[in-house]
């Protein structure tokens, strides 16, 4: 079981969070994957990327909307993710951190 506030791994089935306080719900919607390492890949591959897809086509020079665009796209990712907002494959939140 997750803390739906904090994140953090909680053994047994108690009825507040050991680290944050909160009152716990068991909730089956939390996805046991990193927040960090899935906030960490949507920065890293969301710039690399980007960047491979504007230097692709050599044959004309990038305008501001090719570099924009993408980067808006990895930063929006990363906030989704940050903040715990990201699902995994199966619809589940990614929340612990």
């Known amino acids: 079981m997750f803390c739906s506030r904090c994140g953090k791994e ?12 909160a009152r716990l719900v068991e909730n089956r919607n939390i996805s046991p994957k990193s927040r960090l390492a899935t906030s960490l890949l949507a920065w890293y591959l969301g710039f690399s990327a980007s960047t491979d897809s504007i230097w692709q086509d050599r044959d004309r020079h990038p305008d501001a909307l090719d570099l924009w665009r993408p980067g808006i796209w990895t930063i ?17 939140l990614i929340q612990k951190w």
């Open 76 to 92: 929006i990712d990363f906030i989704v993710a940050v903040t715990g907002n990201m699902k995994d494959k199966e619809g589940r």
């Open 10 to 21: 909680l053994t047994g089935s108690p009825a507040f969070c050991v680290s944050c306080g």
